[in-house]
């Protein structure tokens, strides 16, 4: 069995963000990590290959620094790492991110691609999706539970409001992982050393099969970013000085105003 596993390099939000002029992402120069939806998507795949002895690729997009995050699934035990990196790949939206990594896809056997449900850095849930359209398989989304694979089908859970779907699809197919989905495992010492001595496959844009240059890159994106800023400060709000019965009243009266109750 071959396994599939799209992860990306986000920014670590918890040391802020930077945005270029022209409203996209600094991404060079913010602290990154794995993302969470996908470290949980990787792990599942490794406790299939663990399970199965499955083969595990994993692929992302991103800067050339974005091998790091390669490097750090390697050192966890994937198999093969894959680096997207093409500056006319710069500024892709999420329909550009997806026919990107559609079209280097195409170059793989796969019998399962596991993306995360979105990335914080962005927050859509639309990527993995995308990508199953695009390449024309099955796609089950919100996993929170892979159930088993059996006669060429996968038993998934999907999270549902306070429930969940039981579903089963025949591969190849696609889910998009909950970070609840699995806890990932730490690396190994040795697993570390042999990351960083292992070879990691660089494709750019000549590289990717069936995708029109207009389909790429910010050109090729059809969102359009009016604004974007860091967070923006809240002001100091309201004081007020009252009693206990008047402080009552008085918050009352404002829930009311709101509309809260």
């Not at 996908?38 to 002895?53: I, N, P, R, S, V």
């Not at 892979?146 to 696609?174: N, S, W």
């Not at 009016?226 to 923006?232: C, I």
Request: proline share 4%.
């Amino acid at each position: 069995m071959k396994i599939v596993v799209c992860i990306k390099q986000v920014p670590d939000t918890k040391g802020g963000v930077q945005f270029n002029p022209d409203g996209t992402l600094n991404r060079a120069a913010m602290l990154s990590i794995m993302n969470p939806d996908d470290k949980a998507g990787l792990e599942a795949a490794l406790e299939l290959k663990d399970q199965y002895g499955a083969e595990v690729t994993v692929v992302t997009m991103g800067l050339p620094k974005a091998d790091e995050v390669l490097r750090e699934a390697l050192a966890m035990g994937a198999d093969h790492g894959i680096l997207v990196t093409d500056r006319v790949l710069g500024g892709a939206d999420t329909w550009a991110t997806s026919q990107t990594i559609a079209g280097a896809l195409r170059n793989l056997e796969y019998d399962l691609i596991i993306t995360g449900r979105q990335a914080i850095d962005g927050d859509t849930a639309q990527v993995g999706p995308q990508i199953s359209e695009h390449l024309g398989i099955p796609v089950i989304s919100y996993a929170q539970k892979i159930v088993g694979i059996e006669d060429g089908y996968i038993t998934v859970e999907r999270q549902f409001d306070d429930r969940y779907h039981v579903l089963k699809a025949k591969m190849p197919c696609l889910i998009t992982a909950l970070a609840e989905l699995d806890t990932p495992r730490y690396m190994t010492p040795g697993g570390i050393f042999d990351a960083y001595d292992a070879d990691i496959t660089v494709w750019g844009r000549n590289d990717l099969k069936d995708v029109d240059d207009s389909n790429l890159g910010l050109k090729g994106s059809p969102t359009q970013i009016a604004k974007a800023s860091d967070k923006v400060r809240k002001g100091a709000g309201e004081k007020v000085t009252l009693d206990t019965a008047e402080s009552v009243d008085y918050i009352m009266d404002k829930l009311k105003e709101k509309h809260v109750i």
